[in-house]
């Protein structure tokens, strides 16, 4: 009998093909990368005839599969299985853009499992449904991606593992912009989603394409209250309440960036520049016992992102 599993590893890759397992699995997520969710459906439906109380047929219908990948933010390459472009420009530090597209790749995930034996799956068609950048004081910057995928490929052979080896970004090198940079702030979150769908067709119970609707920008930010003009007064759109401006304005931009402030060579940034931010929530809970934090929610409208470091091409 084998051993319980207790190793595991992921890798991923560009597909050229949709559904087609990439030949380059060498890439991977970020450092302290795990698997929070794996989920496969074969959305089995009972059916039920005269006669009996009891299911006459099992019917498995349509594949699904679904992957949440955590991570510590580090590298910046999966921005471009979210975002859908990636450019570069200079060498030491690079500068890569990763920008929006009405397109974004699939990828193919390896997810091997190690017992006495071997468990190797290769998830295919992968896209990117919904990314989720969150730090908090004293914490590491994190990510979450829930991704979508229509196929597997299961093998019994070993694969290559490897090392992350960037460094991780934590919350003391994060800051906030929105109009001005904002102080005290306790956590930051943002949220992108691609709204990703499976497309299915006769003949088949796999999905033959991913397509990804509309985009949606999202933001929460929690800081220490100072005075109402850093969030409330946004939320008015005015200094006197709401009634002294019925329609309030986009507040430009929202900037979260990550950095290491060094120079040259040894500088890592990651920058995201969202734009027509605009403020949907503002709350303002208060305690005797406690710090007063003030939560606000923001929407946007679009992104760009901009990585510096050291690596001349894009993996």
């Known amino acids: 009998m084998a051993n319980p599993a207790v190793i595991s590893f992921v890798n991923f890759g560009w597909e050229t093909e949709f559904g087609t397992v990439s030949t380059e699995l060498d890439k991977v997520f970020g450092q302290?990368?795990?698997?929070?969710?794996?989920?496969?459906?074969?959305?089995?439906?009972s059916v039920y005839g005269l006669g009996s109380r009891n299911a006459t047929k099992l019917v498995p219908?349509?594949?699904?599969?679904?992957a949440t990948v955590e991570f510590a933010l580090s590298n910046?390459?999966?921005?471009?299985a979210v975002m859908g472009t990636v450019s570069s420009t200079g060498t030491a530090p690079a500068t890569y853009t990763f920008a929006e597209s009405n397109t974004i790749p699939s990828i193919s995930i390896e997810n091997n499992i190690t017992t006495d034996t071997v468990s190797k799956a290769h998830l295919l068609g992968a896209k990117v449904n919904v990314c989720n950048i969150s730090a908090s004081v004293n914490e590491i910057a994190r990510v979450r991606l829930d991704l979508v995928y229509s196929d597997e490929a299961f093998t019994t052979s070993v694969g290559t593992y490897v090392a992350p080896s960037f460094e991780v970004f934590t919350f003391s090198h994060g800051s906030l912009d929105l109009g001005s940079t904002?102080?005290?702030?306790q956590s930051a979150e943002v949220t992108i989603t691609n709204n990703a769908q499976m497309v299915f067709g006769a003949g088949s119970r796999l999905g033959s394409q991913c397509v990804v609707k509309n985009r949606e920008y999202s933001a929460r930010v929690s800081a220490a209250f100072e005075d109402a003009t850093k969030g409330l007064h946004l939320l008015y759109g005015a200094s006197g309440g709401p009634l002294t401006n019925t329609t309030p304005a986009e507040q430009g931009s929202l900037v979260l960036t990550f950095t290491n402030s060094l120079t040259q060579a040894n500088k890592r940034a990651i920058t995201m520049t969202f734009t027509g931010a605009h403020l949907d929530e503002h709350n303002l809970p208060q305690d005797p016992t406690a710090l007063i934090i003030e939560d606000l929610a923001l929407k946007m409208r679009s992104l760009s992102v901009k990585a510096e470091n050291a690596t001349e091409t894009s993996p």
């Open 32 to 45: 302290g990368t795990r698997i929070s969710t794996l989920q496969r459906r074969n959305n089995v439906e």
């Open 61 to 66: 219908k349509n594949f699904q599969g679904l």
């Open 76 to 80: 910046p390459w999966f921005f471009r």
């Open 182 to 185: 904002l102080a005290e702030v």
